[in-house]
């Protein structure tokens, strides 16, 4: 990629078959919407320092293990890491965004930490759409709910200030949170071996 790239444009290489971006010695500023959306065999991101922009579903779909997100980065739009189910950690601490969406990492199942960004003051809700209750026949209320939607997802570090600020959503958050944790070792104990669990020794009382 040339050094005086400055944007990746809007679906630039869509379901293609890249597995490497170095852009980490470029001037790049800006990643636009779907530009890397369900390339399924990216695993390897490098971003430069100069990036401020990810846009809306950009890398949503790919097989991107980790990435490093530059300081300069203010603005990821919805969905841009949506079931990226390799992704395990995600950190937005050093960045400048100030507002994020709660579906941007909607759906990686593997997820397990984010660090939310430092100058955080918004995070926005995900709206679930209206659903048919099949027992009164009729479509639920649309709602919002503050969720990451990742199954697996057991820590989230807050910055300080959107903690005091916003206790109730943080609260919320923290359960979800609880919630994953406890299904995960309901699951886990469920998964093991009659052989793995231990014995109860049974004893019996003589005939009389």
């Known amino acids: 990629m040339p050094e005086s790239v400055r944007e990746i444009g809007v679906d630039a290489v869509r379901k293609s078959n890249i597995k ?13 919407h779907g530009a890397f959306y369900h390339c399924q065999q990216l695993e390897s991101v490098m971003l430069p320092n100069s ?9 949503a779909g790919s097989k991107i293990r980790e990435i490093h997100l530059p300081k300069a980065l203010n603005d990821i739009g919805y969905r841009a890491f949506q079931e990226c189910h390799q992704l395990e950690e995600i950190d937005l601490s050093e960045t400048e965004i100030e507002d994020l969406s709660m579906n941007t990492f909607q759906g990686c199942k593997n997820l397990t930490k984010i660090k939310l960004p430092k100058n955080l003051k918004r995070l926005s809700p995900i709206e679930l759409e209206p659903v048919l209750d099949p027992y ?3 479509f639920t209320k649309r709602k919002t709910v503050f969720s990451f939607m990742c199954p697996n997802l057991t820590e989230v570090e807050f910055p300080e200030e959107f903690a005091r600020e916003n206790p109730k959503i943080v609260e919320e958050i923290q359960r979800q949170l609880e919630s994953n944790k406890a299904r995960i070792t309901k699951e886990k104990t469920k998964e093991k071996k009659p052989d793995d669990l231990p014995k109860e020794t049974v004893s019996y009382g003589e005939d009389e």
Do not use: K, M, V
């Open 136 to 138: 009164r026949g009729e």
């Open 51 to 59: 990036l401020t922009h990810i846009g809306q579903g950009a890398f």
């Open 20 to 32: 490497t971006l170095d852009a980490s010695h470029t001037n790049l500023e800006q990643i636009s």
